[in-house]
């Protein structure tokens, strides 16, 4: 019997791992944070910023929580000067007023009411006269983070503050990789007083469970108990692993043509997650196993550190936890003197520093999703 292509097609647009959510229909979770994302956008002339780990579903929150409202995306890059950010978000709104709104590419000029501006050399002043005083209007600046610490992501932070006085009508969403809105900011938030903070932590075992539900109703396809309590608890609690790891176990079950989840299908699913986040994540796990010359004391270190509740932790816990894991296999501990060694070796260039000892002296992996693939490939 042969698979059913279309079903294995509706897999990947009802698991969303590499692009955002849009449809209110298929998003899960976040409730707390959608009602307070729904009261900043009813507050002139307050702005919100949702910071959050990589992975963590900012985007799509930014989508749903701005759902059939007018609403302007500007995605910003490394190498953008602020006139870049306010150049795409008045292109952004020539795509929703086309109307009010003209654009010669020819001699890069945008013109809207009389009004026009060298598209390359926009600021505040000019944004400020382009944008309307009516109706209500929601401008997402995404991966606000890649501007870094300089000119831009001052400017920006001024640009709240202007809207705010000038166009209350206006709500500026800035999202982007960072535990907070100063850090988001880069130190200038002291310059933004009307910012709502909307922080994204890790989702709660019921909340990645209704992703994995939502996506059983869909498909009409049903994953067994411990399938989805072993989903859970390997994907990190982040909806990026949950919905990796369900599209290629969804798959495994379809391919297979069964509409029951197994076991089976899950291994074959955190196998096929692993290797797709291989080119992004693999190469610096590999780096830092490689340059493992004595035993196996670095894979051990990152396994202990994938499988701890914290985030960032002492020496000493990490260590004991290591060592927990070692009896449990009856393996030989380690001392915490060869821990720490490993630990430099660990947060040096010669391992890719895969992991980062912070100005507390926490441990962390430096790039937060590889905390999820040390699991997954642990999982395989």
Known sequence: MQPDLQLLDLVNSTFRPHAA???????????????????????????????????????????????????????????????DVCRIIM??????????????????????????FRADRIGSAELLRFLPSDPHLCIIVDEVDSLGRGEPTLMLGELCKEISTHRPNITLILVGI???????????????????????????DEELRSIIHHGEGRLNIRFGPEVISQLVMISDRTPFFVHIIATRTARAAIERCSDIVTLDDLNKGISG????????????????????????????????????????????????????TAREANKPERTPQQIGRIL?????????????????????????????????????
């Open 21 to 83: 959510i849009e449809d209110p229909a298929a998003f899960k979770g976040r409730m707390k944070e959608q009602r307070e994302i729904h009261e900043a956008l009813n507050s002139p002339g307050l702005h919100v910023a949702i910071v959050g780990e990589r992975g963590a579903g900012k985007t799509s929150l930014a989508n749903i929580a701005t759902y059939n409202r007018k609403t302007i995306k500007a995605f910003c890059k490394k190498s953008y000067t602020f006139a």
């Open 91 to 116: 292109l952004g709104f020539g795509e929703q007023f086309p109307e009010q709104f003209e654009f010669n590419a020819e001699n890069n000029t945008i013109r809207r009411q009389g009004l026009s």
């Open 178 to 204: 960072a535990e907070t809105a100063a850090e988001l900011l880069a130190g200038h938030i002291s310059n933004v007083r009307n910012l709502q903070q909307i922080q994204l932590d890790r989702m709660s």
């Open 273 to 324: 997650a692993a290797e797709s986040c291989r080119v992004e994540l693999g190469g610096h796990y590999d780096r830092a196993l490689a340059s493992d010359t004595l035993d196996t004391v670095h894979q051990e270190i990152l396994e202990a550190l994938a499988q701890m509740e914290a985030r960032s932790v002492p020496k000493q816990r990490l260590c004991s936890q290591v060592n927990l």
């Open 344 to 380: 430099k070796r660990l947060t040096s260039p010669v391992c890719g520093q895969i992991l980062t000892q912070d100005t507390s002296n926490l441990i962390r992996f430096t790039a937060p999703l590889m905390r999820g693939y040390v699991k997954l490939r642990v999982g395989r």
